[in-house]
């Protein structure tokens, strides 16, 4: 009920007459602050955004374009120098000397003493007129058979064609397939304490197969081909496999010692008692034995032997501008993939 002769309190506002809510009012002031198309000045700040993240994307390119063109750059100089420094040393071989060849390392596909490289280098000093003889610096403890038996053979089918000499020096070592191509040589020259010989061949690997039945392992190895998983180090090794191993290893150590007879000749004291055992001996004994003709170094084989004093270093081996190239090409295969994998894919 309503008393129309009650008079209100002074500021007192009743409950039926309209006023705005509060909560309304609050709830569209926080409306207008989260969408910015409310707020003043959004367009302008919108397009700023916009125009900062091209800005940025063209300083990059323009980065990516002068390192681009700088390592070009760099690339064409070294390359520039490797060809004006490989033209002198051509140049200076003219007069008369002696060539060096190292074999140092392992011989073996893509290494320093690979037969790639060796016979390169035997081709450019065999075909130089200026070299009067050549002297293979050995200090290896062998490698491959196969890489040695290569250079082996271009050694005699270079020292007939070219009607030059060609002489090992050992300075460390000259074993296994070291010695397989030393025996070549027209004379082979050593310290008195070098290692020589090892006349023989190894397969060598691990088994595994008895440490993983204690831990409770099961290899499950799966082939088509009986001996398919042959050497496979948890897998056990039949009989027949060990004699076809054993085989194949005799075979070519039979090859070793005729390349090695064959290459001594008379010098070689063939009835000494494991000559061919793979045992190595100490140049004195060597030359005993007939595996070395006589004590010398680099220089005494120059200067007493091929009569040419001066050493002109033939070893083919990356120089520093090739490496820079096979690592400059390798970083810009590299950055290549990189950006073609972020681009965008094209549907």
């Known amino acids: 009920m309503t008393d129309s002769n009650r008079t209100e309190p002074e500021g007192f506002e009743p409950f039926d007459r309209a006023a705005p809510s509060s909560t309304a009012q609050g709830g569209s002031r926080n409306m207008s602050r989260n969408d910015p198309t409310q707020q003043s000045g959004w367009e302008r700040a919108t397009l700023e955004k916009l125009a900062f993240a091209a800005l940025k994307e063209q300083r990059a390119a323009r980065r990516w374009r002068n390192f681009t063109r700088l390592a070009w750059l760099v690339f064409f100089v070294a390359l520039a120098w490797f060809v004006i420094s490989r033209g002198s040393q051509t140049a200076a071989k003219t007069t008369a000397h002696t060539a060096v060849i190292e074999i140092k390392g392992e011989i073996a596909d893509g290494a320093d003493a690979s037969a790639e490289f060796v016979v390169a280098a035997m081709k450019t000093a065999f075909e130089d007129e200026g070299a009067k003889?050549?002297?293979?610096?050995?200090?290896?403890?062998g490698g491959s058979p196969v890489q040695a038996g290569i250079?082996?053979?271009?050694?005699k089918r270079m020292r007939a064609k070219y009607?030059?000499?060609i002489y090992a020096v050992v300075e460390e070592t000259c074993a296994s397939a070291a010695y397989y191509i030393a025996a070549a040589t027209d004379k082979i020259f050593v310290d008195k304490a070098s290692i020589v010989g090892s006349i023989g061949v190894l397969m060598d690997g691990f088994g595994f197969t008895g440490i993983m039945e204690k831990v409770g392992v099961e290899r499950r190895l799966l082939t088509a081909g009986e001996n398919k998983g042959?050497?496979?180090p948890f897998s056990p090794m039949s009989d027949a496999q060990r004699a076809h191993a054993q085989q194949m290893l005799d075979q070519i150590h039979t090859q070793f010692i005729d390349v090695v007879k064959t290459g001594r000749g008379d010098r070689l004291k063939v009835n000494s008692p494991g000559l061919f055992s793979g045992l190595f001996w100490s140049g004195q004994q060597a030359i005993e034995l007939g595996l070395a003709d006589q004590l010398g170094n680099v220089d005494y084989v120059a200067r007493e032997?091929?009569?040419?004093?001066?050493l002109i270093d033939y070893t083919r081996r990356d120089n520093v501008a090739e490496k820079l190239a096979k690592k400059f090409g390798a970083a810009l295969g590299d950055a290549s993939v990189r950006a073609?994998?972020?681009?965008?894919?094209?549907?």
């Open 151 to 155: 250079i082996n053979d271009e050694i």
């Open 305 to 310: 032997v091929v009569k040419a004093e001066e």
């Open 163 to 165: 009607n030059k000499p």
């Open 340 to 347: 073609l994998r972020a681009a965008p894919a094209l549907r």
């Open 133 to 141: 003889g050549v002297i293979l610096l050995i200090n290896s403890p």
């Open 230 to 232: 042959f050497l496979d």
